[in-house]
């Protein structure tokens, strides 16, 4: 359901979505609190831990990695060129932050419904030189970059020394930059009040809360630093540095080489990154004796169990990740490693640098990289793919400006540059179509790769889509961003988008990009293994978002502590045995109360209007726009002939029709799960859900004989297996159910929003129409 993103990582440990929350992954469930249609806005938005004021009011833009553009060879064209460019810079500033606030529950941005065809326009990166709207070139251009050779100044991660020289102007000439200075600040000067980051082992995530809370203090530090010169922030972080080195009062976790946790080693990953920026970014700022042990610190806790994940002899398996890992592990351990590497190199006599690098590069070659498919669906899931991305932009990052090349690690993937295009398919207005595990807290890891990949794969989109999200404004976006950026994001692109790729194999669908009540669907089929054991046995599932709304939604993770959680992907696993992992969690078609098959090979077919938004956020959707997907999910069942599922959008995209067709030789039941208010009619064929003041009824038509709706607790069947330790309650969530006995059926599901100012004779009850006869102006009423 809604991933309110509450508070992100709330210690209170209350989001409304529990796990479906991207910033806590253990929850009591999805569950939305009732409040009305019209929702609160707030201009001051929270995330981290601890509270991140977040700045979603004013107007931005931002810069990158420097401007690559050419020359005009005629002086004249060339004038007329910049003025172009600074006239559409201009108009787009002049709107300021085109989010004017950001829903203070969904935390997505809130765009007014409006009109402005000069800033609405295209996205595109405009060519300017000027220095008051765009970066200029890095000058480090090196003809034969090696990882091992590094440009002479300091800092080399990320944000060499010309893009900080050049930042306080942008942020003058900027909203978007200036909006975020003032919350990385107002940031900073939150953590400066608290204590230093405490140690706490967690048996599921190790010590990676603590570590990924010291990277946050880090970064936002050392940007005030830089941005200031005032050494209290020189001094704070080298508190926190010391805290986490175990050398202040009471130390930090064991006190040998394994304090950073290398058997969990994203933990140790995390710390060395942030060790290596403290130690780069404020590299001249250090004294000899302070740059010493910091670099101590890092090679003794960070490289060196590094080495160990390398080697040949790593008896405890640190470096698992190492291998056939197309996934976040890779990408975040080996972006860890690069980056103090990197940070290192020159000053480090033991050689630990220059082998890690050796190492590190080739592998993220042929295992991060590879994280996307062909459609550019992350390979995990939804969540998942903020953790990878991070560590895969920062790494391609660091290794661009410290040592002036990626090294193939953004092109070795040709489908890489889709994965931003994935992102913004599976977020909703509800938030993200959150399928299976959702992961730890984030901290640090935001979805601000997408500027970093909008900028090197020329995709202004990206950028565009990001920079009004309530996670753009920390360091990375500083310097990620172009100010030279320019259009809306939602200007020309398609309301729905089919991945393909047969591990994937999902759907997009909605009546509008800008619209925050506007209606989503998403609905998958796919392989139920190969996804790192962060899949649930799902086939078929969907969420629903209108009204302002997910009406029907995900549980997201379950315990990562729980006995068996991770075991594998087998038919057998204990994974399969808790609910909200387990078929019978999903919003999908339960058959003899049993699993799905894992070797499930679904195929699947789909067609769209081919609606795209134009300029304006008022999006005014044709009645014959329409969209639908089909999926054949027989052999994700046992005891089954057939069984298929259709999910249309049809009525101009304001009813949704869920239909399946089955021959099961068991039970069968169709589950949803929500969190609204269930009421149910006389003859129990209309199920209304209310959720605050917003309705949506949802009717079973023609149907067949005994199908009603029922409701049932979000819990396990008593004739279930046990699963090694309880499962997690679900408070508030609801099973919207249709119990068959086994046969041939087809089930037909209509979920009608009520929109406001829609009479009742505007809804349309389709005609029955046979799946494989579907198409998108069939069924009709």
Same mark, same amino acid.
Request: charged share 10%.
């Given at each position: 359901?809604?991933?309110?993103?509450?508070?992100?990582?709330?210690?209170?440990?209350?989001?409304?979505?529990?796990?479906?929350?991207?910033?806590?992954?253990?929850?009591?469930?999805?569950?939305?609190?009732?409040?009305?249609?019209?929702?609160?806005?707030?201009?001051?938005?929270?995330?981290?831990?601890?509270?991140?004021?977040?700045?979603?009011?004013?107007?931005?833009?931002?810069?990158?990695?420097?401007?690559?553009?050419?020359?005009?060879?005629?002086?004249?064209?060339?004038?007329?060129?910049?003025?172009?460019?600074?006239?559409?810079?201009?108009?787009?500033?002049?709107?300021?932050?085109?989010?004017?606030?950001?829903?203070?529950?969904?935390?997505?941005?809130?765009?007014?419904?409006?009109?402005?065809?000069?800033?609405?326009?295209?996205?595109?990166?405009?060519?300017?030189?000027?220095?008051?709207?765009?970066?200029?070139?890095?000058?480090?251009?090196?003809?034969?970059?090696?990882?091992?050779?590094?440009?002479?100044?300091?800092?080399?991660?990320?944000?060499?020394?010309?893009?900080?020289?050049?930042?306080?102007?942008?942020?003058?000439?900027?909203?978007?930059?200036?909006?975020?200075?003032?919350?990385?600040?107002?940031?900073?000067?939150?953590?400066?009040?608290?204590?230093?980051?405490?140690?706490?082992?967690?048996?599921?995530?190790?010590?990676?809360?603590?570590?990924?809370?010291?990277?946050?203090?880090?970064?936002?530090?050392?940007?005030?630093?830089?941005?200031?010169?005032?050494?209290?922030?020189?001094?704070?972080?080298?508190?926190?540095?010391?805290?986490?080195?175990?050398?202040?009062?009471?130390?930090?976790?064991?006190?040998?080489?394994?304090?950073?946790?290398?058997?969990?080693?994203?933990?140790?990953?995390?710390?060395?990154?942030?060790?290596?920026?403290?130690?780069?970014?404020?590299?001249?700022?250090?004294?000899?004796?302070?740059?010493?042990?910091?670099?101590?610190?890092?090679?003794?806790?960070?490289?060196?169990?590094?080495?160990?994940?390398?080697?040949?002899?790593?008896?405890?398996?640190?470096?698992?990740?190492?291998?056939?890992?197309?996934?976040?592990?890779?990408?975040?351990?080996? @972006?860890? #490693?690069?980056?103090? +590497? /990197? %940070?290192?190199?020159? !000053?480090? =006599?033991?050689?630990?640098? $220059?082998?890690?690098?050796?190492?590190?590069?080739? @592998?993220? #070659?042929?295992?991060? +990289? /590879? %994280?996307?498919?062909? !459609?550019? =669906?992350?390979?995990?899931? $939804?969540?998942?793919?903020?953790?990878?991305?991070?560590?895969?932009?920062?790494?391609?990052?660091?290794?661009?400006?410290?040592?002036?090349?990626?090294?193939?690690?953004?092109?070795?993937?040709?489908?890489?540059?889709?994965?931003?295009?994935?992102?913004?398919?599976?977020?909703?207005?509800?938030?993200?179509?959150?399928?299976?595990?959702?992961?730890?807290?984030?901290?640090?890891?935001?979805?601000?790769?997408?500027?970093?990949?909008?900028?090197?794969?020329?995709?202004?989109?990206?950028?565009?889509?990001?920079?009004?999200?309530?996670?753009?404004?920390?360091?990375?976006?500083?310097?990620?961003?172009?100010?030279?950026?320019?259009?809306?994001?939602?200007?020309?692109?398609?309301?729905?988008?089919?991945?393909?790729?047969?591990?994937?194999?999902?759907?997009?669908?909605?009546?509008?990009?800008?619209?925050?009540?506007?209606?989503?669907?998403?609905?998958?089929?796919?392989?139920?293994?190969?996804?790192?054991?962060?899949?649930?046995?799902?086939?078929?599932?969907?969420?629903?978002?209108?009204?302002?709304?997910?009406?029907?939604?995900?549980?997201?993770?379950?315990?990562?502590?729980?006995?068996?959680?991770?075991?594998?992907?087998?038919?057998?696993?204990?994974?399969?045995?808790?609910?909200?992992?387990?078929?019978?969690?999903?919003?999908?078609?339960?058959?003899?109360?049993?699993?799905?098959?894992?070797?499930?090979?679904?195929?699947?077919?789909?067609?769209?209007?081919?609606?795209?938004?134009?300029?304006?956020?008022?999006?005014?959707?044709?009645?014959?726009?329409?969209?639908?997907?089909?999926?054949?999910?027989?052999?994700?069942?046992?005891?089954?002939?057939?069984?298929?599922?259709?999910?249309?959008?049809?009525?101009?995209?304001?009813?949704?029709?869920?239909?399946?067709?089955?021959?099961?030789?068991?039970?069968?039941?169709?589950?949803?799960?929500?969190?609204?208010?269930?009421?149910?009619?006389?003859?129990?064929?209309?199920?209304?859900?209310?959720?605050?003041?917003?309705?949506?009824?949802?009717?079973?038509?023609?149907?067949?004989?005994?199908?009603?709706?029922?409701?049932?607790?979000?819990?396990?069947?008593?004739?279930?297996?046990?699963?090694?330790?309880?499962?997690?309650?679900?408070?508030?969530?609801?099973?919207?159910?249709?119990?068959?006995?086994?046969?041939?059926?087809?089930?037909?599901?209509?979920?009608?929003?009520?929109?406001?100012?829609?009479?009742?004779?505007?809804?349309?009850?389709?005609?029955?129409?046979?799946?494989?006869?579907?198409?998108?102006?069939?069924?009709?009423?």
């Amino acid at each position: 359901m809604a991933a309110n993103y509450d508070a992100l990582g709330s210690q209170a440990r209350n989001s409304p979505y529990g796990s479906g929350d991207p910033y806590y992954n253990e929850s009591s469930g999805y569950i939305t609190p009732h409040r009305p249609v019209k929702k609160p806005v707030s201009k001051w938005v929270k995330f981290g831990i601890p509270v991140a004021v977040v700045v979603i009011a004013g107007a931005v833009l931002g810069g990158v990695l420097g401007s690559r553009s050419s020359k005009n060879a005629s002086t004249q064209s060339a004038a007329a060129a910049g003025a172009a460019a600074t006239s559409a810079i201009s108009a787009k500033n002049n709107v300021g932050r085109f989010a004017t606030a950001t829903d203070s529950q969904y935390l997505v941005p809130i765009y007014p419904m409006t009109t402005n065809t000069a800033a609405y326009t295209t996205p595109t990166f405009v060519s300017t030189n000027n220095s008051s709207l765009a970066w200029p070139q890095d000058p480090f251009q090196p003809s034969n970059p090696s990882p091992t050779s590094v440009r002479s100044d300091r800092p080399r991660l990320i944000a060499p020394s010309y893009m900080w020289e050049s930042l306080p102007n942008l942020i003058q000439n900027d909203p978007y930059l200036s909006g975020w200075n003032d919350t990385i600040f107002g940031n900073a000067t939150q953590y400066m009040a608290l204590s230093p980051v405490a140690y706490y082992l967690d048996g599921g995530n190790g010590i990676l809360d603590p570590a990924r809370e010291v990277k946050q203090r880090v970064k936002a530090f050392s940007y005030a630093y830089r941005m200031t010169n005032d050494t209290k922030w020189l001094d704070r972080t080298y508190i926190e540095l010391q805290n986490a080195a175990g050398n202040l009062t009471g130390g930090w976790g064991p006190d040998n080489s394994t304090k950073w946790n290398p058997t969990h080693f994203l933990d140790t990953a995390e710390l060395t990154a942030a060790y290596a920026i403290a130690y780069d970014w404020l590299y001249n700022a250090w004294t000899p004796a302070q740059r010493s042990s910091i670099m101590a610190t890092m090679i003794t806790y960070g490289l060196n169990n590094g080495v160990i994940a390398y080697s040949n002899n790593d008896p405890a398996a640190y470096g698992w990740w190492k291998t056939n890992t197309e996934g976040n592990w890779n990408c975040v351990c080996n @972006n860890g #490693l690069t980056m103090g +590497a /990197l %940070a290192i190199l020159g !000053d480090d =006599t033991t050689g630990i640098a $220059a082998q890690l690098l050796a190492l590190t590069v080739p @592998n993220a #070659l042929q295992n991060c +990289a /590879l %994280a996307p498919s062909s !459609d550019g =669906t992350w390979s995990e899931t $939804a969540n998942y793919w903020y953790f990878g991305t991070t560590g895969h932009a920062e790494l391609a990052s660091s290794l661009l400006t410290a040592t002036g090349s990626t090294y193939d690690l953004l092109s070795v993937n040709p489908d890489f540059q889709l994965t931003g295009q994935y992102h913004m398919y599976v977020s909703g207005p509800g938030s993200l179509f959150n399928y299976g595990d959702c992961g730890p807290n984030k901290y640090s890891t935001t979805a601000n790769a997408m500027m970093f990949y909008g900028q090197q794969y020329n995709m202004p989109q990206y950028q565009l889509f990001q920079r009004d999200q309530f996670d753009a404004a920390e360091p990375w976006s500083m310097f990620w961003y172009n100010p030279a950026v320019t259009g809306a994001f939602w200007d020309g692109l398609a309301l729905d988008h089919f991945f393909d790729n047969s591990t994937d194999q999902w759907g997009s669908m909605r009546s509008s990009w800008t619209d925050e009540n506007a209606l989503y669907v998403a609905v998958k089929a796919g392989t139920l293994q190969g996804h790192q054991t962060h899949n649930d046995l799902d086939c078929g599932d969907f969420v629903v978002d209108a009204l302002g709304v997910r009406w029907f939604g995900e549980l997201g993770s379950g315990d990562y502590n729980s006995v068996g959680y991770f075991s594998n992907d087998a038919q057998d696993s204990q994974r399969w045995l808790y609910y909200r992992k387990m078929t019978e969690g999903q919003n999908t078609i339960l058959v003899n109360q049993a699993n799905q098959n894992v070797l499930a090979a679904p195929t699947v077919r789909h067609d769209t209007s081919g609606t795209v938004q134009g300029s304006s956020t008022v999006m005014n959707v044709p009645g014959d726009s329409s969209a639908y997907f089909v999926a054949d999910l027989t052999s994700a069942y046992f005891n089954v002939t057939s069984f298929s599922r259709g999910v249309h959008l049809i009525n101009g995209r304001k009813q949704v029709l869920i239909q399946d067709e089955i021959n099961a030789s068991a039970s069968v039941m169709w589950r949803a799960h929500t969190n609204a208010t269930i009421s149910l009619s006389a003859d129990s064929l209309t199920a209304t859900l209310t959720i605050g003041s917003a309705t949506t009824t949802v009717q079973l038509l023609n149907p067949p004989s005994g199908a009603v709706f029922t409701t049932m607790n979000p819990v396990r069947f008593a004739s279930d297996p046990t699963p090694p330790q309880a499962d997690q309650t679900n408070d508030g969530v609801t099973v919207l159910v249709i119990s068959l006995p086994a046969g041939t059926y087809t089930l037909e599901v209509l979920i009608n929003p009520q929109w406001p100012g829609m009479s009742a004779s505007s809804y349309m009850t389709p005609g029955s129409v046979a799946l494989s006869q579907w198409s998108l102006t069939s069924p009709s009423s």
